[in-house]
């Protein structure tokens, strides 16, 4: 079983790499692979949808994983706690529009999909509680933007019915679907779309991934051990 764990920035896999034997495999387009331990990768693909979804079909076409985990932090629309964790249950894209022919807002062209679930959320779940981890579950907008307080976040929390907002999860679930490979995401509160000055919380993010990967790499494990 081949895991990859997909972040946007080199700095969200900082303390993995900073606490386990991982090494560089290789660079590849400015995409960074590690071998985290046997079995479990880790590539930083760069911020928004473009870079997830370049990063990780290169990813797909060069390691060949069972499994992609998209880890790191997100604007909540809901006043969370920063650093609360969040396993997400779907993704959709925000700025996907194309009503003006007709289609849903948020269809995403031949997939023809507005809504891109996870895979295996119970198990996801199961995994999560085995591991002491108290998380909320929900569904993820994708967009790209750094979101801000105001009237497109209010928006897309109730077009979308999204807890999160965030660049590069619902790119990477569309490229997995597309290949026939399982994807999950675990997410990190960094900020709150609620408060006036939610860019000047997301910069602490490195809190909120800190504690994101105590729990990113024993999840990772649990998967691909069959648990």
Not at 209 to 216: A, P, Q, R, S
């Amino acid at each position: 079983m081949q895991i990859g764990l997909s972040y946007a920035m080199s700095g969200e896999i900082e303390s993995i790499l900073k606490t386990t034997s991982a090494a560089l495999l290789e660079t590849v387009c400015g995409v960074p692979v590690y071998e985290i331990e046997p079995g479990i990768l880790a590539y930083a693909g760069g911020i928004g949808k473009v870079n997830a979804a370049m990063s990780t079909q290169l990813f797909i076409d060069r390691y060949h994983p069972d499994w992609i985990v998209n880890a790191g932090v997100a604007g909540s629309f809901l006043d969370l706690p920063i650093g609360t964790v969040v396993l997400a249950d779907s993704f959709v894209q925000h700025d996907v529009d194309t009503s003006a022919i007709g289609d849903p807002v948020g269809l995403v062209s031949t997939v023809n999909k507005v809504d891109f679930p996870t895979d295996e959320p119970e198990r996801m779940k199961s995994i999560l509680k085995a591991l002491n981890v108290t998380h909320k579950t929900g569904r993820v907008a994708t967009g790209e933007v750094f979101m801000t307080k105001g009237e497109r976040a209010d928006w897309i929390a109730e077009t979308f019915g999204a807890i999160l907002c965030e660049m590069e999860g619902g790119a990477a679930a569309q490229v997995c679907l597309r290949n026939g490979v399982k994807f999950t995401a675990l997410k990190s509160v960094s900020d709150r779309l609620c408060h006036e000055n939610n860019a000047g919380e997301y910069f602490n993010f490195g809190e909120a991934m800190e504690k994101l990967n105590t729990i990113v790499l024993p999840f990772a494990q649990a998967l691909r051990d069959g648990k």
